[in-house]
């Protein structure tokens, strides 16, 4: 039954779908450190101009909290959807052993008599 999960494609779709919904936490997260940018300029062939800009968010009134709570949100909703594909897997997995027991005792049975 394992392998049936972990080889089936819907399954492996729905993990990949978890694992960039992880990725998604952390980008939200990432709205937390500074950010560093550098631009240069050329204005004439002496001048020269650049600018480094070092921006820190002090307070953005739950804008980042909101945004790791949604990925958060989603990456749950991704985790039980994934559950939902490996239970339906199992479960058509099951029935299909239970169908193939059940010929190969009635084929018992038949060559018994």
């Given at each position: 039954?394992?392998?049936?999960?972990?080889?089936?494609?819907?399954?492996?779709?729905k993990a990949?779908e978890?694992?960039?919904m992880?990725?998604?936490i952390?980008e939200?997260?990432?709205g937390r450190?500074?950010?560093f940018s550098?631009?240069?300029?050329?204005?004439s062939?002496?001048?020269?101009?650049?600018?480094?800009?070092v921006?820190?968010?002090?307070?953005?009134f739950?804008?980042?909290?909101?945004?790791?709570?949604?990925a958060?949100?989603?990456?749950?909703?991704?985790?039980?959807?994934l559950?939902?594909v490996?239970?339906q897997?199992?479960?058509?997995t099951?029935a299909?052993?239970?169908?193939?027991?059940?010929?190969?005792?009635r084929l018992?049975l038949?060559?018994?008599n």
């Amino acid at each position: 039954m394992q392998a049936t999960v972990t080889r089936n494609p819907a399954a492996q779709s729905k993990a990949a779908e978890l694992q960039g919904m992880g990725y998604k936490i952390e980008e939200a997260k990432g709205g937390r450190y500074p950010s560093f940018s550098i631009q240069a300029n050329s204005m004439s062939n002496s001048n020269n101009q650049g600018l480094v800009r070092v921006q820190q968010i002090l307070w953005v009134f739950g804008k980042i909290d909101g945004a790791i709570q949604t990925a958060e949100n989603r990456e749950r909703s991704a985790l039980l959807s994934l559950l939902q594909v490996c239970r339906q897997l199992i479960e058509e997995t099951a029935a299909v052993y239970v169908n193939l027991q059940g010929s190969r005792q009635r084929l018992v049975l038949a060559e018994q008599n």
